[in-house]
């Protein structure tokens, strides 16, 4: 079983959609989450960091932490075709900053 | 947040050659990674690049393969060895911004072993 799973998609969603990612984990060590866009040939870009348990809100995207269920979310509200991306989730149990990624959601935003 | 370049951004190289990567950060920064991403997989670490020290490996990843040097706290490579086809990934290296714990990557070098 993988430290970190994440549905690798595609997900295709038209213009204006709420588009949902989800990645759930088995290390309970983890208390740091990030959420990663990754255009195509470029490095990834950090997106979202929470710490802990809670919701995190960025303009158009939330980030939502359940350790309880060892469950993470990304949502992203009123999708624009430049969200087209692979959104990929990360996670680190401490300081050390070592991350722990998902395999990455490929999204499709069509116009 | 940090702005960080990588040299060469990509090259295709021969089996058995060895490749040196750069990574160059506009500041000083404590923490630097070195991460691979092989064709449609996710990101995994290879390493902890210590200034001043031997760099710290993780599983499956030895130094003989993957020398690192780290001579400040801007700037460090990362050398792939005696390659082969399975080496062909791209490879990125991360800085810690510790005033916020956020963690920035570089765009990646992109190599092709043939």
């Known amino acids: 079983q993988k430290e970190v799973e994440q549905d690798p998609g595609p997900l295709s969603v038209p213009e204006g959609a709420i588009v949902s990612l989800n990645c759930t984990y088995s290390?309970?060590?983890?208390?740091?989450f990030m959420w990663y866009r990754q255009y195509s040939r470029k490095g990834p870009e950090l997106l979202m960091y929470?710490?802990?348990?809670g919701n995190k809100e960025d303009g158009r995207f939330t980030a939502q932490v359940d350790k309880s269920s060892k469950y993470i979310s990304l949502f992203i509200r009123d999708s624009q075709p430049s969200d087209s991306a692979t959104y990929l989730c990360?996670?680190?149990?401490?300081?050390?900053?070592?991350?722990?990624f998902g395999a990455g959601t490929t999204v499709t935003v069509r116009a | 947040s940090a702005v960080i370049s990588q040299k060469p951004s990509r090259d295709i190289c021969q089996r058995g050659t060895s490749l040196t990567i750069q990574c160059q950060v506009d500041?000083?920064?404590?923490?630097m990674f070195w991460y691979r991403q092989q064709p449609g997989q996710s990101l995994t670490l290879i390493a902890t690049?210590?200034?001043?020290?031997?760099?710290?490996?993780e599983s499956g990843f030895v130094i003989d393969k993957f020398p690192i040097s780290r001579p400040n706290l801007t700037f460090s490579t990362l050398t792939v060895s005696n390659m082969s086809p399975e080496d062909s990934s791209i490879y990125l290296c991360?800085?810690?911004?510790?005033?916020?714990?956020?963690?920035?990557f570089g765009p990646g070098t992109r190599l092709t072993v043939l």
């Open positions: 991360s800085v810690v911004d510790s005033s916020y714990n956020e963690q920035f």
């Open positions: 290390n309970s060590a983890f208390q740091y």
């Open positions: 929470t710490y802990s348990s």
């Open positions: 990360a996670m680190s149990a401490s300081n050390d900053y070592k991350l722990s």
């Open positions: 500041s000083q920064v404590t923490m």
């Open positions: 690049a210590n200034q001043g020290s031997e760099a710290t490996y």
